[in-house]
T-cell receptor, first 113, second 112 residues
Framework: KQEVTQIPAALSVPEGENLVLNCSFTDSAIYNLQWFRQDPGKGLTSLLLIQSSQREQTSGRLNASLDKSSGRSTLYIAASQPGDSATYLCAVSGEGGAQKLVFGQGTRLTINP | DTGVSQDPRHKITKRGQNVTFRCDPISEHNRLYWYRQTLGQGPEFLTYFQNEAQLEKSRLLSDRFSAERPKGSFSTLEIQRTEQGDSAMYLC??????????FGEGSWLTVV
């Protein structure tokens, strides 16, 4: 059974810092990995999708890496801003592409002005 | 493309009542998913449809839960005889195979 763990559970940093969020998964047989952002009481917004054959994806100040063999992914946020404050969730889908996602518990990020 | 739409956004119901949630996916998406999320946790998979066919159901989906997607467009999730443990946010998502998955804003259920 696939399990996804995110560390840390919560993170508070001053504005402008670069930061890294971590995600690990127990079964390396994945189809893809996605990072999502969730604002309080809202749905999820997809930030980055990495296919199993890829090593990283970039969007603006965000960079996500994937090391499938070791079961790890990181989300790097450059020059953090107060508007980045949210919960960040990592999710993996199994081989076959059904997109049945298994989520971590998330990292609650607070950027202090 | 108006995104994934869910209705109602909030529902308060008494224990033992039935509730139904509706999801309208992005129009060209053939796959539709239901997830459940409780406070402080990541979403948990409930069920998914490929067009009108329900292809997989989680063990979380007890006999009191039923989902339909009758014409391969919108979907409904019904919970019968609600229990306090059913209180959660119910999220709907849609995608075309293998691509980015798009979530709705969720339907909050509070059972009192």
């Amino acid at each position: 059974k696939q399990e996804v763990t995110q560390i840390p559970a919560a993170l508070s940093v001053p504005e402008g810092e670069n930061l890294v969020l971590n995600c690990s998964f127990t079964d390396s047989a994945i189809y893809n990995l996605q990072w999502f952002r969730q604002d309080p009481g809202k749905g999820l917004t997809s930030l980055l999708l990495i296919q199993s054959s890829q090593r990283e994806q970039t969007s603006g100040r965000l960079n996500a890496s994937l090391d499938k063999s070791s079961g790890r992914s990181t989300l790097y946020i450059a020059a953090s801003q107060p508007g980045d404050s949210a919960t960040y969730l990592c999710a993996v889908s199994g081989e076959g592409g059904a997109q049945k996602l298994v989520f971590g518990q998330g990292t609650r990020l607070t950027i202090n002005p | 493309d108006t995104g994934v739409s869910q209705d109602p956004r909030h529902k308060i119901t008494k224990r033992g009542q039935n509730v139904t949630f509706r999801c309208d996916p992005i129009s060209e998406h053939n796959r539709l998913y239901w997830y459940r999320q409780t406070l402080g946790q990541g979403p948990e998979f409930l069920t998914y449809f490929q067009n009108e066919a329900q292809l997989e159901k989680s063990r979380l989906l007890s006999d009191r839960f039923s989902a339909e997607r009758p014409k391969g467009s919108f979907s409904t999730l019904e919970i019968q005889r609600t229990e306090q443990g059913d209180s959660a946010m119910y999220l709907c998502a849609s995608t075309n195979s293998g691509n980015t998955i798009y979530f709705g804003e969720g339907s909050w259920l509070t059972v009192v």
